[in-house]
């Protein structure tokens, strides 16, 4: 991103409901350009909940407090780039982290705005791209795992290939998977774990039993599936990874920190 001598500083505006309840959660992070990874400026995150919401500083940092304890929806828009939206699940006082990434929009004849600055560029010809896009550097780990053979894995291309609409659907022809329908809920069950034992849900490398099965299939970009204790990696083994294990990688999965 372009600097000028003029040092640009946004300050952070936080909407914060008076009395908040020590048992309130909060999240923070940052805002990146999704193409350059670079620091969205004065970009805004909204609760759609509770109707807060907070603006970026000069280094694309915000933060929310005063969320309440269950789930949450939060709206990210910029001057200059698609708005994206994520939904998270919080547990009391929860301190969460998350950076999220928005797509810039380039008008006829320039590039997308990325903070302040707006560069001209070339309007190259369209050119087909053919190869699958890169699925980022976290995914580094979900590739070495599914070279090894052991669980199930389906990708986001997957998905849309075969149009699913739920994670029930990504996970009913899989080997050793069952589902368990009861009160118009069906919930994940492995044959080889004994009755009432469910899976344990991972999403973006945290333990989330609440959100992990209900999670929108919209949010997903990779998912791995253990069905036993001899098939789970020693990073995702716990006190309850006999009865299964269920990794969901998602739209606002947090990069490595770049060294």
Known sequence: MRTTG???????????????????????????????????????????????????DSLGRYRLEGLKVGIHRFLVSAPGYSRGSVTLAFAAKERMERD??????????????????????????????????????????????????R????????????????????????????????????????VRAPLGCPPEYVVDERIDNTFGPVIPVRDIQALEVYTGVSDVPGEFAGRNSGCGVIVIWTTAGREPRRK
């Open 151 to 190: 669980g199930q894995y389906m990708t986001r291309a997957e998905m849309e290939a075969f149009n699913v609409y739920t994670l029930q659907d990504a996970m009913r022809n899989m080997r050793g998977v069952k589902f368990n329908c009861t009160g118009g809920v069906c919930r994940a069950q492995m």
């Open 100 to 149: 999220l990434e928005i797509e810039p929009v380039a008008a006829p004849g320039t590039t997308a705005v990325v903070g302040a600055d707006t560069a001209r560029a070339q309007v190259l010809p369209k050119v087909p791209v053919t190869a699958d896009a890169a699925p980022g550097r976290r995914f580094t780990d979900f590739e070495r795992r599914r070279a090894t053979g």
């Open 6 to 56: 003029l040092s640009l500083v946004i300050g952070m505006f936080i909407a914060v409901r008076p009395g908040i309840a020590q048992s309130s959660a909060t999240l923070s992070g940052r805002i990146l350009d999704a193409t350059t990874g670079a620091p969205v400026v004065a970009a805004t995150i909204a609760v759609t909940t509770t109707g807060g919401s907070a603006r970026t």
